[in-house]
């Protein structure tokens, strides 16, 4: 009873400790979700991953699988030393470290056919201790500005 208590306290705690730390839940194939025929290294390319963020696997349940595999058993669509297994046709996995991870549905051929891929997750960076990481494609955008300040510096020099 006692340790059914603190689980369940422990739980609630792991949930509210989180909260704050802008996670993204990202749904693995976007709108095409887990399945045949979705070019996942293009929905990586498309994405950003940082510590905590979540994966979500969505999929009828019994078609495919989620399994986290080391870079072995990766290369050979081989479940034998699987990190670990998910199979509701909802899964969550909680990214909670930097570095690579690798995944693959192992149900049928469904690696083999491509049902597979890897992401490399980086550390939060932190800029300051109040502002919180910008998100998505950014850079260019904010880089800009910079250029033309210094192209407007260099001309006054000039004149
Ligand atoms: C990830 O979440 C855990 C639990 O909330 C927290 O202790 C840890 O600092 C977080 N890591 C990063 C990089 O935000
Ligand atoms: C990440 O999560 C896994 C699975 O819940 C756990 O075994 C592992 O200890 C966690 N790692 C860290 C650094 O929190």
Excluded at 35 to 64: C, M, P, R
Excluded at 93 to 110: A, H, I, K, P, R
């Amino acid at each position: 009873m006692a340790s059914k208590l603190s689980l369940i306290v422990a739980v609630v705690v792991v949930v509210f400790a989180a909260s704050p730390a802008l996670a993204a839940d990202l749904v693995v194939g976007g709108s095409q979700g887990w399945s045949l025929n979705v070019d996942y290294g293009e929905w990586v390319d498309g994405n950003e991953f940082i510590v905590n963020d979540t994966l979500v696997f969505k999929y009828a349940k019994g078609q495919h699988s989620v399994v986290q595999a080391t870079k072995a058993g990766f290369t050979a669509c081989s479940e034998a030393n699987s990190l670990a297994v998910w199979n509701s046709g909802d899964d969550t996995v909680l990214l909670n470290t930097s570095g690579q991870w690798w995944f693959f549905s192992g149900v049928g051929t469904d690696c083999a056919q491509g049902m597979k891929f890897t992401v490399t997750v980086i550390p939060i960076v932190k800029l300051s201790s109040s502002s919180p990481p910008p998100r998505g494609p950014s850079g260019v955008g904010g880089m800009a500005p910079a250029i033309a300040a210094a192209a407007v510096a260099a001309a006054a020099l000039l004149f």
